[in-house]
């Protein structure tokens, strides 16, 4: 666990670095994340060994949003105002995404199956 | 609380050590995982919003600064950035599966992302919110950092940003089964990508309550739909903007 807890770390480090040096849009731990994919494509074993803690991890990635949920509602006076507007934009903006997401990813899985089928 | 001096010392006392901060999360999240599971895990009692729900409350009543709090919940705030790494894994396990969908997955990021961006704009500005709020809302269903960074790019506000994303993310991860029940959306692929797609990390964090397979998928749709909202958000958001 502790040598799978490193390499984890190891990986946030190079992500924040390259996004750092590199002044990359995206954070430094989705980096590392790709990072990691590639080394364990590289190095299939590897994920035998880091596999039960980073199981672990995400069995729990709930948690892990709960602090910055409290700092956000405590400071929730920000959303005075326009409230209604924020309120219906997130609601059907949130709920079209997700419907047009999982309806286009659908349709073609469906089309892809009975291409392969053919 | 001056009938209970004790208590308020000791409260004081231990409020000033990261110990309090710490236990009273995992104890709230306990709780909430508890009141979860007696709701036979129905995503509308998300564990992520009693917690949070809960924890407010405290400070509320104990009169507990969020700084003061956050010396303790930092600890676990940090294990976000190894936890995001380590979607590594179950990516890694579904790569064959990821593979043989490829396509399929980029078009339904790119669908599904623009969705989120031009209703997001197009609701608020006809609902009369200010450019800055638009701004603000525009990244929403990215990431928590790079949704700040984005909305902060365009001229939104970045801390109402984070109340946004962290809403949506526990919208998403409370009414996504509905919203894919009602669509008939069964296949475990599309179901996953679509909450990591539409909400983030929350919307994950819900996806692997259910299977492994789903959560891969929604760590995918989480990770490209990251990178993907800093790059249409700056394009689109302008021109949305100027012709609405």
Redesign the interface.
Known sequence: MLLSLTVLLLFQCLGEGLSYLFRLPVPGPVVGMLLLLVFLMARPRAADAIEPTANELLRHLSLLFVPAGVGIMVSASALRGNLLAIVLAIIVSTTLSIAVTALVMRALMQRHREGSAR | MTAFPQINAIWVYLAASPLLGLTI??F??LIAQWIYARCQFNPLA????I???I??AV?QISRTP?PT??EG??F??F???????????????Q?GNLR??A???I???V???M??IV??VA??SW????KQ?IAS?AP??A????AM??ATSIGG?P??T???V???????AA??RV??NA?R?T?P???G???G???H??G???A??VS?QM?AFAGL?M?LN??LT??LVPLVVPMLTAWL
């Open positions: 999360t995992l709230a999240y998300n564990p992520v919003l917690a949070v729900a924890l407010v400070l969020y709090y956050f919940a930092q676990v705030h294990l976000l950035g190894p936890a995001t790494v380590a979607l590594a894994l179950p990516l890694y396990r790569l043989k969908l396509a399929p997955l078009v339904a990021l669908a599904g992302s969705t989120a209703s997001a609701i608020a609902l009369g919110a200010s709020t809302l929403k269903s990431t928590t950092p790079i960074a984005v506000i801390s109402l984070a109340v946004l962290i809403s949506t993310g526990i919208f998403g009414f996504a919203i894919l669509l959306v296949e692929e599309a179901r990508f679509a909450l797609v539409a909400s990390g929350i994950t964090a819900r692997f309550q492994q959560g749709g990770g990251g990178i800093s790059i």
